[in-house]
């Protein structure tokens, strides 16, 4: 049996439960879909965190990008963190 993603990382370990929650909705969300997808996703999700007056750390949105980025193509990976990038210009931690 293979090992799910979410268990091949220490960090899930000590996360927040609605942190770990968030990002598998988002993984699920986001599983065979198109790039332009992403965008309307990210800042659910984000908005979701903002709620519970959470952010995903540094290391948890480096962790969340190879996540959701694992089967893209490298412009679609690069497209991904422009978004991203610009999500964070807006005031918005993710």
């Known amino acids: 049996m293979s090992q799910?993603?979410?268990?091949?990382?220490d960090i899930f370990?000590?996360?927040?439960p609605i942190k770990i929650q968030v990002m598998?909705?988002?993984?699920?969300?986001?599983?065979g879909k198109q790039m332009?997808?992403?965008?309307?996703?990210?800042m659910a999700a984000?908005?979701?965190l903002k709620k519970h007056d959470?952010?995903?750390t540094?290391?948890?949105?480096?962790?969340?990008?190879?996540?959701?980025?694992?089967d893209m193509s490298p412009q679609e990976k690069a497209k991904i963190e422009m978004m991203k990038n610009i999500v964070?210009?807006?005031?918005r931690t993710f």
């Open 58 to 70: 540094p290391e948890e949105s480096s962790i969340l990008m190879e996540i959701l980025t694992k």
């Open 46 to 48: 984000a908005s979701q």
């Open 24 to 31: 598998k909705e988002l993984a699920e969300n986001m599983e």
């Open 4 to 9: 799910s993603i979410f268990e091949q990382y």
């Open 88 to 91: 964070q210009k807006n005031g």
């Open 36 to 42: 332009s997808a992403a965008a309307p996703l990210l």
């Open 54 to 56: 959470l952010s995903f």
């Open 13 to 16: 370990k000590t996360m927040h």
